[in-house]
Nanobody, 117 residues
Framework: QVQLVESGGGLVHAGGSLRLSCAASGFTFSKYAMSWYRQAPGKERELVATIPSVGGSTIYADSVKGRFTISRDNGKNTVYLQMNSLKPEDTAVYYC??????????WGQGTQVTVSS
């Protein structure tokens, strides 16, 4: 049974930083690329960043490029999202899952990030 548990969100001022974590279980984590997504109120879920299973290049949405960094620890079955220089428009619930069409049907509860101006 796949489980994705996101944590690390919170309330920060614009310009601040947060580090999100996603603990994964129920599948062979090290064999899969992983992504972070976010969904703001009234908006579609957006793919934010993707990291391959081992090595290779990370991919970022233009809106977060240069500010967010995705990383992973295959020994801990965990993927991270370091978010710096946060902006009010980064306010959303953040989720992890496999990228794009590979995403599991079951999503975690997400973690709320709120950036005040």
């Amino acid at each position: 049974q796949v489980q994705l548990v996101e944590s690390g969100g919170g309330l920060v001022h614009a310009g601040g930083s947060l580090r999100l974590s996603c603990a994964a279980s129920g599948f062979t984590f090290s064999k899969y690329a992983m992504s972070w997504y976010r969904q703001a109120p009234g908006k579609e879920r957006e793919l934010v960043a993707t990291i391959p299973s081992v090595g290779g290049s990370t991919i970022y949405a233009d809106s977060v490029k240069g500010r967010f960094t995705i990383s992973r620890d295959n020994g801990k079955n965990t993927v991270y999202l370091q978010m710096n220089s946060l902006k009010p428009e980064d306010t959303a619930v953040y989720y992890c899952n496999l990228p794009g069409r590979s995403a599991f049907d079951s999503w975690g509860q997400g973690t709320q990030v709120t950036v005040s101006s």
